[in-house]
């Protein structure tokens, strides 16, 4: 068992952040890479990309969004349960170099994912602009820590509730139009949200990674349930990715292979409902 | 024993004279639609009418088809004598996975298939008289294990727990030698556990498979993934030898348009899910499969019938083969076509997909557009060359396809490996009499050298590598 040793809920309770005890991973662990994750025995292995690490304590940090069963069951373990496999580090960590200006943009918990990748790029020594974007104010994460991972931090909220008052897409756009000399730009969140940021990015020139989020099984490549199409070709994000180059990745296609199980999920998610909360429960996720 | 059983001794008939018993099995429109195990395995009485069927030839034939060279006249003698645990003592003096054997190997052109009765009548059923040792010793049999040596001191890590890595791993333990097995996936076996379906090899027998090797002593690390978690190098810091035997791992694609489409799967994919994840059991495990109505698999081989004889029991109406071959050149053991026609799976033969059709808004395949071939000269492979009819583009409705046309080399192990000589496609050069690599304590066989192949193949290359490192490890390199 891997221990859940601290827990924190987030975004009024709809994500989650778990310190969890895997030395080996954390030891090995870059920015970038992911590891999958399997609450049980007849659980799903869920591919979460890390949001952290601390190899001195053997700690490693995922955060996610509570979407369907599976993260529903992972937010229902406490400090001092565990994850029964915490299998990793997988993928290809994210390719650190120097490049001058650098441009940052995280959307929902995708943010989780860019914090240590926006840190990476500060510390060997790039200008680092961060652009954050939720929903709603009460949405938003890891605020404090994207500050101080980067030099300069724009927050938008759809709902004007906070910061600027629109997409994320704005403030790159206005990055970009004052900072001409911006050399890479990282943009992980929704897919809506990576495929906007990337033809923007394409309009200016600006090289630009993505981290993609398909359905995986096991993570090594056996299986070929990650493939997406990046440049025309048939990749496996699982251990070519996840990380793109955006202006190669065809979103479409992406969009629709995350669909795959939208209806199984959706009997799988109910029937834990029923199991786990009571009748008429008035909760959130049971109304 | 019984009194029956002793009859026959004392009057010496003529053997010949029994035909091969029939293990009785489950109906087909039965178990079309389970994922029990088909056949039933032999009664006591039936294995030791079988066992006198053998000659006990004094030069047996059948031993020098066996790629892991089991005594089989020995322990089918035990058999006929009623000492089954005599019999599974044999076996496992040679084979660390009788049950898995007895039920997947291709004895037909192995044991069976040298067997010299099998010139004249039906061969002696070899396999289906291991089966019957190792699961009557798995239900009644004491709790007994083989003799092991004296504990050597050395360290060896196994990569991969498919059946070169259990092989490797029971060969050295019995040798004195500590062993540690390194599994990626969260259950033990490989491609037992993930690729072979239940209702052929219940993954109960797999578990209790590597559960002997860690009563004899082995550790089992599972979710590991070597390349990765750990590398090869780091391996070779703390064991003395290192073996790899990965499997082949990387699925192959028809690369024709439209594979994107929500419902095209790998067979590796396709029979994970089923088996590792038991998909077939949503929502009472948590990970999902598409239960199609008209499934097609592409591939004649072994895998491709596990995948279409699956589709069927996950809830299938119609569940093709399209292969681009006819009959008589599908790669699959005649048991398991003959298996998957019996059970309705429908051969669409001297047929080769184009591209995929599906909806766009919703991203669900809904069909596939062929064209039929015909045979022409041989090829490479010796067997002869389809070649496409012009103009004879047909299509046919489906929502699920299954691509089973084989599997590469995953560079995931061997790129993160320096030293190691990799072919033109990938696989691990080794040699194939040691399984000697070309980097200094790594040893490597099975698929990952040979490319996708059998289970009992798999074995025999664990044979020869784990007599190579007990050598290495007793005598130096």
New interface residues.
């Given amino acids: 068992m891997f221990e859940i040793v601290e827990r924190q809920e987030m975004a009024q309770g709809t994500v989650v952040s778990n310190w969890v005890k895997a030395p080996?991973?954390a030891a090995?662990a870059k920015p970038g890479q992911f590891v999958i994750l399997?609450a049980n025995e007849?659980?799903?292995?869920i591919p979460l990309t890390m949001a952290g690490t601390d190899p001195g304590k053997g700690l490693i940090n995922i955060i996610y969004q509570v979407v369907g069963?599976?993260t529903a069951?992972f937010a229902t373990l406490k400090v001092g349960d565990g994850y029964?496999?915490?299998?990793?580090?997988?993928g290809q960590p994210t390719h650190l170099e120097k490049v001058g200006k650098v441009v940052c943009v995280g959307g929902g918990t995708g943010v989780a994912v860019l914090h240590p990748i926006t840190r990476g790029l500060k510390e060997i020594g790039n200008h680092v602009f961060a652009v954050i974007g939720a929903r709603t104010k009460d949405l938003l994460i890891l605020e404090d820590q994207m500050r101080a991972a980067s030099h300069e931090l724009l927050v938008c909220t759809d709902d004007g509730s906070y910061g600027h008052h629109g997409f994320v897409t704005d403030m790159l756009k206005k990055v970009l139009t004052e900072n001409k000399d911006v050399g890479l730009a990282v943009c992980i969140g929704p897919v809506p949200m990576m495929k906007f940021c990337c033809k923007m990015t394409k309009e200016f020139g600006v090289k630009t990674l993505v981290s993609l989020n398909p359905i995986m099984?096991?993570?090594?490549?056996?299986?070929?349930?990650c493939?997406v199409?990046a440049g025309g070709q048939?990749k496996f994000a699982c251990?070519d990715g996840p990380e793109f180059d955006g202006h190669e990745v065809d979103f479409e296609?992406l969009t629709?292979?995350l669909?795959?199980?939208l209806e199984?999920?959706k009997?799988?998610y109910d029937?834990f409902k029923k199991e786990t909360h009571p009748e008429g429960c008035a909760c959130e996720c049971c109304s | 024993m019984s009194e029956e059983v002793k009859a026959p001794e004392e009057k010496a008939p003529k053997r010949e004279k029994i035909p091969r018993q029939k293990m009785p099995e489950q109906k087909a429109e039965v178990r079309r639609k389970n994922f029990e195990e088909v056949p039933f395995g032999y009664t006591p009485e039936l294995a030791q009418k079988e066992a006198e069927r053998c000659l006990q030839c004094k030069d047996p034939r059948c031993k020098q088809g066996c790629p892991v060279e089991i005594d089989i006249p020995a322990f089918i003698k035990f058999i006929k004598e009623g000492d089954f645990e005599g019999a599974i003592r044999k076996l496992w003096e040679k084979n660390s996975l009788p049950a898995v054997c007895g039920r997947v190997c291709p004895q037909e052109v192995q044991c069976e298939g040298l067997c010299i009765i099998g010139k004249k009548d039906e061969p002696v059923a070899v396999g289906n008289l291991e089966r019957f040792a190792a699961d009557y010793q798995r239900a009644h049999g004491r709790d007994i294990l083989p003799p092991k040596a004296e504990p050597t001191g050395k360290k060896v890590a196994v990569v991969g727990s498919g059946p070169s890595g259990l092989t490797v791993a029971g060969d050295l333990i019995l040798k004195g030698h500590e062993v540690t097995i390194f599994e990626a996936l969260h259950a033990p076996g490989g491609v037992l556990i993930y690729g072979i379906p239940e209702f052929r090899l219940p993954k109960a027998i797999v578990a209790q498979e590597c559960n002997y090797l860690e009563r004899l002593g082995g550790k089992i690390e599972v979710s590991t993934v070597v390349g990765r978690s750990e590398t090869v190098d780091e391996l070779l810091a703390k064991f003395d030898a290192v073996y790899l035997g990965v499997g082949a791992g990387l699925p192959i694609f028809l690369k024709v348009p439209g594979e994107h489409y929500i419902g095209v799967y790998s067979a590796n994919e396709y029979l994970t899910r089923s088996n590792l994840m038991k998909a077939y059991e949503f929502p009472t495990y948590d990970t999902p499969i598409v239960r199609g109505k008209t499934v097609a698999t592409f591939g004649g081989g072994n895998v491709a019938m596990d995948s279409a004889r699956t589709a069927l029991r996950l809830g299938a109406d119609h569940s093709y083969i399209i292969y681009r071959r006819s009959r008589a050149e599908l790669p699959a053991r005649e048991a398991e076509i003959h298996h998957a026609e019996e059970e309705g799976v429908e051969f669409l033969l001297l047929t080769n997909p184009v591209r995929f059709l599906g909806d766009d808004a919703t991203g669900r395949l809904t069909g596939v557009e062929c064209l039929r071939q015909e045979l022409g000269e041989p090829d490479a492979s010796g067997r002869r060359r389809p070649v496409p009819i012009p103009g004879s583009e047909f299509q046919v409705e489906i929502d699920t396809a299954v691509i089973s046309i084989g599997a590469g080399a995953n560079p995931l192990l061997t790129k993160s490996t320096p030293g190691l000589a990799l072919n033109k496609w990938g696989y691990i050069v080794a040699d194939p009499k040691t399984g000697k690599t070309m980097k200094p304590r790594v040893w490597a066989g099975g698929d990952i050298v040979t490319g996708a192949a059998t289970v009992i193949l798999a074995m025999g290359a664990g044979r020869l590598a784990s007599n190579s490192i007990h050598d290495y490890l007793t005598m130096g390199w």
């Fill in positions: 080996k991973i090995k399997r007849k659980g799903e292995r069963k599976s069951l029964l496999d915490v299998i990793g580090p997988l099984v096991d993570g090594t490549g056996m299986c070929g349930c493939r199409k048939m251990v296609e629709l292979r669909r795959s199980y199984l999920e009997v799988s029937l």
